[in-house]
T-cell receptor
Framework: AQSVTQLDSQVPVFEEAPVELRCNYS??????LFWYVQYPNQGLQLLLK??????LVKGINGFEAEFNKSQTSFHLRKPSVHISDTAEYFCAVSPSTGTASKLTFGTGTRLQVTL | ETGVTQTPRHLVMGMTNKKSLKCEQH?????MYWYKQSAKKPLELMFVYNFKEQTENNSVPSRFSPECPNSSHLFLHLHTLQPEDSALYLCASSQEVTTNEKLFFGSGTQLSVL
């Protein structure tokens, strides 16, 4: 079994400030990790994913995330946010073998960017 | 535009109604999914179809009935729903059903059951 914890349900931040959205997971097997973003009135879009290799993963829109196996974390970061980054962000984990039905999502973090 | 289109965007239905949600993908993918998104809860996988065949049913009540006539279309037939079934229903597709695949989501159908 696996689980994902996004401790922060909401993160308010001013435009051009840095942001970190936290994600911790638990799993008894090796995993793949994902961040999806959901803009208002839209479905989810993949921001980035970690499958293997470098633990620092770069995604779209200037976001990046770092896989930390010892701390079982996959925090999402952006050095300078924009108003258009206001959205819901979902961390997800799946075992590295098996089917997509094993993909487990967190409860989401709402990023609110203001001027 | 993700290439996955869902209709209708909004649906209000009574507990005795029968309605259907439609999903269409123009990406040439082989796998399609139904998810339920409720406030403050993780996305819940409902059904998985691979090459038109249902491969996963995540203990979904029988009042939800999926149909996949071909790899591009997916339906969710609804009947005698309960108020707690009110949620955003998301359709997704991927090239394969392996766990490293990127999912492409539609914008969802916001369902309200009165």
């Amino acid at each position: 079994a696996q689980s994902v914890t996004q401790l922060d349900s909401q993160v308010p931040v001013f435009e051009e400030a840095p942001v970190e959205l936290r994600c911790n997971y638990s799993s008894s097997v090796s995993v793949y990790l994902f961040w999806y973003v959901q803009y208002p009135n839209q479905g989810l879009q993949l921001l980035l994913k970690y499958l293997s290799g470098s633990t620092l993963v770069k995604g779209i829109n200037g976001f990046e995330a770092e896989f930390n196996k010892s701390q079982t974390s996959f925090h999402l970061r952006k050095p300078s946010v924009h108003i258009s980054d206001t959205a819901e962000y979902f961390c997800a984990v799946s075992p590295s073998t098996g089917t997509a039905s094993k993909l487990t999502f967190g409860t989401g973090t709402r990023l609110q960017v203001t001027l | 535009e993700t290439g996955v289109t869902q209709t209708p965007r909004h649906l209000v239905m009574g507990m005795t109604n029968k309605k259907s949600l439609k999903c269409e993908q123009h990406l040439g993918h082989n796998a399609m999914y139904w998810y339920k998104q409720s406030a403050k809860k993780p996305l819940e996988l409902m059904f998985v179809y691979n090459f038109k065949e249902q491969t996963e049913n995540n203990s979904v009540p029988s009042r939800f009935s999926p149909e996949c006539p071909n790899s591009s279309h997916l339906f969710l037939h609804l009947h005698t729903l309960q108020p707690e079934d009110s949620a955003l229903y998301l359709c997704a597709s991927s090239q394969e059903v392996t766990t490293n695949e990127k999912l492409f989501f539609g914008s969802g159908t916001q369902l309200s059951v009165l």
